[in-house]
């Protein structure tokens, strides 16, 4: 309402499926499709750079879904390069334990982690991305197999167990394992 200037309003229920906790993005997905429904209700009909930066105002993972594509996030999750894979299976656990994100990025895990990072390898698996990534709708990178790590993820086992036995799990099953977003859901390719 604020950045276009309207008075119209919506009554909007949500009928959650996403669990609470698990680093899937439900909020994000949630607030991204609020945008774009009501860029459409109102008849707004702003392009999707514009809609992008708002969708950053609301969240770090906001404008991802609103890109609404596989897509190579950096920034904050602003800047955004599409990104093209084979469609592929993953199994997903969530532990019964949820984790709340403020708490898993305050752990002093993450500030060693981010201190300590080095985007070694980088450029190898994605040429001409190490710099910024492309503008949407530019064809991407291919997504290499097994790349890149989650600084998250042993902030979020300290807290919470049952994630490290959860990822334990899957690399025994599938020889693979990482934890999604903020925890606590952790995924394997699986196929």
């Not at 949630?30 to 969240?59: C, F, H, K």
């Not at 910024?132 to 902030?155: H, I, K, S, V």
């Amino acid at each position: 309402q604020s950045a276009a200037s309207t008075s119209l309003g919506a009554d909007i229920t949500l009928d959650k499926r996403v669990p609470w906790g698990a680093g899937l993005g439900g909020g994000s997905s949630d607030a991204a499709s609020t945008l774009l429904a009501l860029n459409r209700l109102w008849r707004i009909d702003w392009p999707l750079e514009r809609l992008l930066a708002i969708a950053q105002s609301l969240g770090a993972d906001v404008p991802f879904f609103v890109a609404g594509s596989p897509a190579l996030a950096s920034g904050i999750g602003e800047k955004l390069a599409p990104i093209d894979f084979e469609p592929t299976w993953f199994a997903v656990v969530k532990p019964a334990a949820g984790l709340a994100t403020a708490e898993v990025f305050g752990r002093p895990e993450v500030a060693e982690r981010v201190a300590a990072a080095r985007i070694a390898g980088f450029s190898e698996a994605f040429p001409g991305v190490d710099a910024e990534p492309g503008e949407l709708g530019e064809t991407g990178p291919r997504l290499a197999d097994g790349f890149g790590t989650n600084d998250l993820q042993a902030a979020a086992e300290a807290l919470c167990p049952d994630v490290e036995r959860a990822a334990a799990a899957l690399r025994r099953t599938y020889g693979n394992s990482r934890m999604t977003g903020s925890g606590s859901a952790v995924f394997a390719r699986a196929g």
